[in-house]
């Protein structure tokens, strides 16, 4: 099994539907992050955690919110989708060691019609 | 201002040629990491290499190395004997030491497409 698994893998819904997108990890890690991936753009950060009671807002939070369920799960949840929404969507763990090197999960690709 | 920068959208190399991908990157802090990442067709995100920016020697992982230019504030990848599996899209990322109270997230740059030519 991987090590941060996103689930759903692909996903097609509608404009003004609500969604989460679901993380889990078995790295142990306390940071996870959501990122977001559009093309020429690279990733942008939406929203991270460095433990359960700690929620930071990301370079573009608006339209997102999320949930630190527990140490190994953090979702994100798209209030009232929009098609300017529709893209990879990433979320990452890291320790909070020097190198902090990211572990990603497979990507959700997210489609809003 | 961007904080990393990739000015080549898209490169292509011969099977079993060298090639650098360029990165360079903006920051005030002293402490500082630098990663690639790797993002073939089917769209996971692979760590590639790592730098730290006390690192005195330029890092290398196999057929990867990083050319590392402190004072330029570059981090380019070299990639050597290309393969067809080394196509993809390729990412320079960094992450700054800030003080506590940072989450010290990664930074991407936009990318760069690789096609490895037979």
């Known amino acids: 099994d991987a090590d941060v698994t996103q689930t759903p893998r692909n996903r097609i819904t509608k404009t003004g539907k609500r969604i989460m997108l679901e993380c889990s990890q078995t790295k142990g890690h306390d940071r996870m992050y959501w990122y977001r991936q559009d093309p020429g753009l690279g990733l942008r950060l939406i929203y991270y955690s460095f433990d359960v009671k700690d929620i930071n807002k990301g370079e573009i939070s608006d339209g997102y919110s999320v949930s630190r369920q527990a140490q190994a799960k953090f979702s994100l949840s798209l209030e009232s989708a929009i098609p300017n929404q529709t893209a990879l969507y990433f979320c990452?763990?890291?320790?909070?060691?020097?190198?902090?090197?990211?572990?990603f999960g497979q990507g959700t690709r997210l489609t809003v019609v | 201002a961007q904080k990393i920068t990739q000015t080549q959208p898209g490169m292509f190399v011969q099977e079993k040629e060298a090639v650098t991908l360029d990165c360079t990157y903006d920051t005030s802090d002293q402490s500082y990491g630098l990663f690639w990442y790797k993002q073939p067709s089917s769209g996971e995100m692979i760590f590639l290499i790592y730098q730290g920016s006390y690192d005195e020697q330029n890092a290398t992982e196999g057929r990867y190395s990083l050319n590392f230019q402190k004072a330029r504030k570059s981090a380019n990848l070299v990639i050597s004997a290309s393969q067809l599996g080394d196509s993809a899209m390729y990412f320079c990322?960094?992450?700054?030491?800030?003080?506590?109270?940072?989450?010290?997230?990664?930074?991407f740059g936009s990318g760069t497409q690789l096609t490895v030519l037979p």
């Open positions: 990322a960094m992450r700054e030491g800030r003080s506590s109270g940072s989450a010290r997230q990664l930074t």
């Open positions: 990452a763990t890291s320790d909070s060691g020097r190198r902090a090197e990211a572990f």
